[in-house]
């Protein structure tokens, strides 16, 4: 069956960087898109960015644009999400999430990570 | 930016059904997807392509799209139902994911 296995929770001191991990299993790790999406508490969905695995080709929400960075290891089947110069306010869980492609067009995400609790404070 | 806009909480009794809307600037020419969370859980995908049910999800949840509005309706609903649901486009122009604020459904 498909699962997406996120690293534990973080804390992190505002300024600093983290990286969070999301191992696939039940699946080719190639032939689908991962997303990282953020929830801080009692908020929605944000959306972060995507990265392709095949290629490692990525793109990212306007608002991380050099903040983000998304990376894969194909030997393991695992991406990584690492953002920098966290805030107190970027508290939240950061979830990864799994996406196909028809024609160019994003698809729905049709598995979810557990999350990962990232807590900035210092 | 593309905004998506749901009513921030509807409420229903038990049995009845519940209509979760989500508004967006020409929103029926795009495939929507609906999403539902319970408290301290990832999302489950309930609806994808403004219709369509993945497997294991009930027919209770169906969904419809046209003009500037989508709409998830949930029939008979159950207390198990009690969640947020949030719907969710990919915008082409900008080719960016975008999220509703999320509606928070409450059985009564």
């Known amino acids: 069956q498909v699962q997406l296995v996120q690293s534990g929770a973080e804390l992190r001191k505002p300024g600093a960087s983290v990286k969070v991990s999301c191992k696939a299993s039940?699946?080719?790790?190639?032939?689908?898109?991962i997303h990282w999406v953020r929830q801080a508490p009692g908020q929605g969905l944000e959306w972060m960015g995507w990265?392709?695995?095949?290629?490692?080709?990525?793109d990212y929400a306007q608002k991380f644009q050099g903040r983000v960075t998304m990376t894969r290891d194909t030997s393991i089947n695992t991406t990584y999400m690492d953002l920098g110069r966290l805030r107190s306010d970027e508290t939240a869980v950061y979830y990864c999430a799994r996406s196909g492609l028809r024609f160019g067009e994003l698809l729905q995400f049709d598995y979810w990570g557990h999350g990962t609790l990232v807590t900035v404070s210092s | 930016s593309y905004v998506l806009t749901q009513p921030p909480s509807v409420s229903v009794a038990p049995g009845k059904a519940a209509t979760i809307t989500c508004g967006g600037d020409?929103?029926?020419?795009?495939?929507v997807h609906w999403y539902q969370q319970k408290p301290g859980q990832a999302p489950v995908l309930v609806v994808y392509?403004?219709?369509d049910r993945p497997s294991g999800i009930p027919e209770r949840f169906s969904g419809s799209n046209s003009g500037t509005t989508a709409t998830l309706t949930i029939s008979r609903v159950e207390a198990g139902d009690e969640a947020d649901y949030y719907c969710?486009?990919?915008?082409?122009?900008?080719?960016?994911?975008?999220f509703g604020g999320g509606t928070e459904l409450t059985v009564l």
């Open positions: 039940g699946y080719t790790f190639t032939d689908y898109y």
């Open positions: 392509d403004d219709s």
């Open positions: 020409n929103i029926g020419t795009q495939a």
């Open positions: 969710q486009v990919w915008d082409e122009r900008s080719d960016q994911v975008v």
């Open positions: 990265i392709n695995p095949k290629t490692g080709g990525t």
